[in-house]
Nanobody, 116 residues
Framework: QVQVLESGGGLEQPGGSLRLSCAVS????????MGWYRQAPGKQRELVAS???????NYADSVKGRFTITRDNAKNTVYLQMNSLKPEDTAVYYC??????????WGQGTQVTVSS
């Protein structure tokens, strides 16, 4: 059973920063891509950022230049550094892990609230 555990959410003021962490119990060599998604109330879940096993990055247009996704293979962890936060970044953020075989796993989510 693959475990995906997010942490680092919270309340931040507009313009502030937060860093999300996602610890994964899976063997990293089996992973094709890891990503962060978010879902705001009344909206569909959307991709925020992803990183492949080869290091290719993908970002939603709304977060380009503000968010950075990185991974630490030694710690089996992927991070999302979020800078210049905006109220519209408020959402539950989910970590997703997809195996090369196609299996996918989700974390339980962590709440990010941007408000003054």
């Amino acid at each position: 059973q693959v475990q995906v555990l997010e942490s680092g959410g919270g309340l931040e003021q507009p313009g502030g920063s937060l860093r999300l962490s996602c610890a994964v119990s899976a063997l990293f060599f089996r992973i094709r891509v890891m990503g962060w998604y978010r879902q705001a109330p009344g909206k569909q879940r959307e991709l925020v950022a992803s990183i492949t096993s080869g290091g290719s990055l993908n970002y939603a247009d709304s977060v380009k230049g503000r968010f950075t996704i990185t991974r630490d293979n030694a710690k089996n962890t992927v991070y999302l550094q979020m800078n210049s936060l905006k109220p519209e970044d408020t959402a539950v953020y989910y970590c997703n892990v997809e195996y090369r075989s196609g299996e996918a796993y989700w974390g339980q989510g962590t709440q990010v609230t941007v408000s003054s």
